[in-house]
């Protein structure tokens, strides 16, 4: 079969590799579409692989094409989407369903061969089903879906309450999804780039925030009349934004930072003790998992993408792009801000 082969840094080769054979309690994937996650970039173009060759691949759908022995949750023909963290199911952290905090998981797309190939083989449980009603694009996009939902259970998510979702990119506006889904009162979208932030809008955003303009903190507080917000989720990483949900944050509110940080992070006395004289409780979330495994938040990603609730809108999809022609994608990485929008990668072309 064919596959995108890492080799090495700014190496990823389009090439023949043996297509794998499922094998008890595992079924085989004909991959449709996969999205490249933020996580796989710096694995092809800086020194984040785990190993060479490596075939990458994370964010994942496809249909059955065979099963191994003892499978029996699916069938060939099966839309599926992939999940991907292979937890150890023995661990303290697996026994209590804190999948996401497995020591010994491995991983499908980094740990293990994924799914930038015409077929990724996985166990039975890191396959959930999905309806006709939903597209291969929408199931390329559970693993992300899942992440901002996890995200925003890891607060004691409420209802009727002002929410404020730092980052407009693709979790960002997924969150943000999530959160009207569950009955914001209102959800404000911060983000730089007006297009994003246009699409928020289109996506069911209350009001939308863009951080550049002067000011923006006192319209961000003149939408919750100066309480500042009930709920802040950071899903952007950055250091800015990391910074700013301590000041949005309403007394007594929630903040979780979703992004994942890339640079070093300070505070000053003043920033920080925003924490303790609001005493907002602070958390963070990793991944998208829980019991029973792979977790509510696949089946709740299966259903609202086939009922509509979860919106999905062309313009979170930057480029198509064929396996074939995998190399020149990451190389539209190497552009800082040139990628709006999430690549996904063609199996079939």
């Not at 191994?68 to 839309?79: F, W």
């Not at 150890?88 to 952290?93: F, I």
């Not at 802040?232 to 990483?237: K, P, Q």
């Not at 505070?267 to 963070?284: D, I, P």
Request: with cysteine; glycine share 10%.
């Amino acid at each position: 079969m064919k596959a995108g082969v890492v080799h090495a840094k700014e190496d990823i080769r389009y090439e023949d590799i043996e297509k794998p054979v499922p094998k008890a309690g595992q079924v085989l994937i004909k991959v449709k579409y996969t999205g490249i996650c933020g996580s796989d970039i710096p694995r092809v173009n800086a020194d984040a692989c785990h190993y060479f060759p490596n075939v990458l691949g994370h964010e994942f759908s496809g249909t059955v094409e065979e099963t191994g022995e003892d499978v029996t949750s699916l069938k060939i023909g099966d839309r599926v989407a992939g999940v991907p963290l292979v937890p150890c199911m023995k661990c303290e952290d697996c026994q209590k369903g804190n999948y996401s905090l497995c020591k010994h998981y491995s991983f499908i797309g980094s740990r293990e061969y994924g799914s930038f190939a015409e077929y990724v083989v996985v166990p039975e449980k890191n396959a959930v089903k999905f309806e006709e009603e939903v597209s291969f694009e929408k199931g390329a996009f559970f693993e992300p879906t899942t992440v901002a939902l996890h995200g925003l259970q890891r607060l004691d998510y409420q209802g009727g309450k002002t929410v404020a979702i730092l980052g407009g990119g693709t979790i960002g506006l997924l969150t943000m999804q999530w959160a009207n889904i569950f009955g914001a009162k209102k959800c404000v979208v911060f983000d730089i780039s007006p297009e994003r932030l246009e699409l928020a809008k289109r996506l069911g955003a209350t009001d939308v925030i863009n951080t550049l303009e002067e000011n923006f903190i006192k319209q961000a507080m003149d939408t919750t009349n100066g309480q500042g917000f009930d709920y802040v989720y950071e899903t952007a990483g950055n250091t800015i934004t990391m910074k700013m949900a301590f000041e949005l944050a309403a007394n007594k509110a929630g903040v979780c930072f979703i992004g994942t940080p890339t640079k070093e992070l300070s505070f000053s006395v003043k920033e920080w003790e925003n924490m303790n004289r609001k005493e907002f409780t602070l958390t963070g979330s990793w991944m998208s998992y829980s019991a029973p495994f792979p977790g509510p938040e696949w089946e709740l990603a299966a259903y609202y993408f086939k009922t509509g609730q979860l919106k999905f809108d062309e313009s979170l999809i930057y480029k198509k792009i064929p396996l074939s022609q995998i190399a020149e994608a990451f190389e539209m990485f190497k552009t800082p801000g040139a990628v709006k929008g999430k690549i996904l990668i063609d199996s079939e072309k």
